[in-house]
Each structure stands twice: as structure tokens, then as C-alpha cells.
């Protein structure tokens, strides 16, 4: 059974970076997609980057470009995303999500997603 475990996340100033880990488990994630999606109170899950872990192509919302960083290291079955620039809009629960398979079209949807982190909370103040 696929098991995904955040951790990473806190209380920072604006203007400051967090690194966010996913740990996987459970299976080989070679062909899997890997995404992060957040959700701040009263909104709905956004999405917010993506990789294809065997193929390396990565995917972000326009929101995030240039200052959120997804990446995997395959001898730790870990993804990450380095967050820079923290802004207090960027304040949410951030969750790790996985899907044995791909879809360009739908690898920014949270539905397309089977499996789910507990996700962890990054607050940014101002």
C-alpha cells in the first residue's frame, strides 16, 4: 500500500524559503506521477507542481513559477519542494499526492491523484 508522508512545513517570515519532503512507500515509483497541491481555509486544493518520476518532466502553476522548486531523489523515494520567497498568500496545508500513471492533460488535477499525504501546514507572516 502507497503510504505518503509530509513533513517540512512551519511558521515563517515572508521572504524566507521551506524545503517540503515527501516520503514514499509502499511501491516502486518509478512511473508514477508525484504532485503538491495546497489548501488554505475556504478554498478549494490547489495545484502547485508536479513531476514524472522516471521521466523527469516536471509541471507548476503560474503562481508558483520561479519560486517553488519540485524535485525527487530516487535512493530516498523522497520528492521535494523548495519553496522561496515565502509570501503570506502562499500560507496553506501542502499535501504530496501520487498516481501510477500520467496524464499531461490531468496531472493538475487533484482528482487525477489516488493516493494522498496528511499533509503539512506552512504559515508565512508578514
Known amino acids: 500500500q502507497v503510504q505518503l508522508v509530509e513533513s517540512g512545513g512551519g511558521l515563517v517570515q515572508a521572504g524566507g524559503s521551506l524545503r517540503l519532503s515527501c516520503a514514499a512507500s509502499?511501491?516502486?515509483?518509478?512511473?508514477?506521477?508525484m504532485g503538491w497541491f495546497r489548501q488554505a481555509p475556504g478554498k478549494e486544493r490547489e495545484f502547485v507542481a508536479a513531476?514524472?518520476?522516471?521521466?523527469?518532466?516536471?509541471y507548476y502553476a503560474d503562481s508558483v513559477k520561479g519560486r517553488f522548486t519540485i524535485s525527487r531523489d530516487n535512493g530516498k523515494n523522497a520528492v521535494y519542494l523548495q519553496i522561496d520567497s515565502l509570501k503570506p498568500e502562499d500560507t496553506a496545508v501542502y499535501y504530496c499526492?501520487?498516481?501510477?500513471?500520467?496524464?499531461?492533460?490531468?496531472?493538475?488535477?487533484?482528482?487525477?491523484?489516488?493516493?494522498w499525504g496528511q499533509g503539512t501546514q506552512v504559515t508565512v507572516s508578514s
Open positions: 513531476l514524472i518520476w522516471s521521466g523527469g518532466s516536471v
Open positions: 499526492a501520487a498516481n501510477s500513471g500520467y496524464s499531461s492533460l490531468n496531472i493538475y488535477r487533484a482528482s487525477f491523484y489516488n493516493y
Open positions: 509502499g511501491r516502486t515509483f518509478r512511473n508514477y506521477a
